[in-house]
């Protein structure tokens, strides 16, 4: 099993391009089988999890090209697709769950497996499978699959979600862009990579315009188009270096993003005391001096997003006094609390509210990654603490973080991979 090998106590410098958004991504591979067209996807982060959607793909059928070394992807469906997919592909990916609208509306049935992912909470299928219902599909759970039909096809409707999520909003958008008539979806969640997917529909040819904060319109089509386009910047990767740009008191010039896209999470970090200067398409973090403490809750866009509540957390390590952080999106979203105190962190949690009082530092351990925004967190960890930590189980780390090894030691981080 591969390792992570890190020296930390070295200050980065440097500049690190942000790769395409993983979760812009993984949606938008699956809209593409409502398309018998060409899809030229550009800006493709190819992470593990893309690499397994794309596996998901083909073993439905689609002919798929890839450009590895300029992130391009072509897509075209150039006979019927299977409908079946299997859980050998969905059980270490979450998004997976996604092919279920699109091949329902295309081809009013399919046998998709109950998803896997990170161990981060129960994240049930529930909001999926009640808005398409409201569109006409029928639904048995048999042996861990999810078996639906649409015997009558997909019919719009108004749908008002029970609650905001996103996946549920993904598939539900979808699966109307084929259906008949008119569909309302109310509640939806609002991310930017939503916003990333709907633009990617409209290029091919699809009718989802918005009519509220959380209020989606979809026209159903019947013929899409070819389409090219470049998917949006990955923000949780972009926070992610911020983080270690400034637990490290670097200097990291960090590019290729929308400033605008990460607003609030820009906000919350010079409120702690992050030097940030916004450029047009990049940021400049600059070496900080002592980092104040805060209150942070988890919200739905555009409320700071779970995917960096562990990040955060190592940056509050450092901070003077009391930080508190409350988790409102999964259940079970600290277990790296643990990892980082035998690191020398004081964090205490009660329900789902983690406690951390502010240390001189933190030191080298052997450590135990347990998911992919955890695994990151750890890493981060590491950079600030002196000595050589060492970090197993880093197989989460290749879901989700395009060549981090790379962009971390061109900064002048000292890190390798132990086989």
Known sequence: MQKLLINGGKKLKGVIKISGSKNSTLPILAATILNNNLSELHNVPFVKDVDTMVNLLRSLGSDIKIEKSKEILRIE???????????????????????????????????????????????????????????????????????????????????????????????????????????????????????????????MGCSVSWK???????????????????????????????????????????????????????????????????LKNSIKILPSGKFKNIKIKTEPYPGFPTDLQAQTMV???????????????????????????????????????????????????ELMATDLRASVSLVLAALLAKGSTKISRIYHLDRGYLNLEKKLSNCGAIIKRLE
Do not use: W
């Open 77 to 203: 469906n150039k006979t019927e697709l299977k409908t079946f997919a299997s859980y050998n592909l969905l059980k270490t990916m979450r998004a997976g769950v996604l092919v279920l609208g699109p091949l329902l509306a295309k081809y009013g049935k399919a046998k998709v497996s109950l998803p896997g992912g990170c161990a981060i909470g129960a994240r049930p299928v529930d909001v999926h499978l009640k808005g398409l219902r409201k569109l006409g599909a029928k639904f048995k759970i048999k042996n861990g699959y999810i078996l639906a039909s649409a015997p009558n096809g997909l019919v719009g409707k108004k749908i008002r979600l029970e609650k905001i999520s996103v996946g549920a909003t993904e598939n539900i958008i979808m699966a109307a862009c084929l259906a008949k008539g008119k569909t309302i979806i109310e509640n939806v969640a609002r991310e930017p990579e939503i916003k990333d997917l709907i633009n990617f529909l409209n290029s």
């Open 212 to 278: 509220g904060p959380r209020k989606i319109q979809i026209l159903g089509k019947k013929n899409l188009q070819n389409t090219k386009y470049k998917i949006m910047f990955d923000r949780i990767e972009a926070g992610t270096y911020i983080i270690a740009s400034a637990i490290t008191r670097g200097n990291v010039l960090i590019k290729d993003i929308n400033p605008n896209v990460i607003r609030n999470e820009i906000k919350i970090f010079k409120k702690i005391g992050i030097r940030i200067i916004e």
């Open 315 to 365: 940056l509050m390590c450092l901070a003077d006094g009391v930080s508190k952080i409350t988790e409102n999106i999964f259940e079970n979203r600290f277990m790296h609390v643990h990892e980082l105190n035998r690191m020398g962190a004081n964090i205490s949690i009660n329900s789902n509210s983690a406690r951390i009082r502010g240390v001189k530092s933190l030191k080298s351990a």
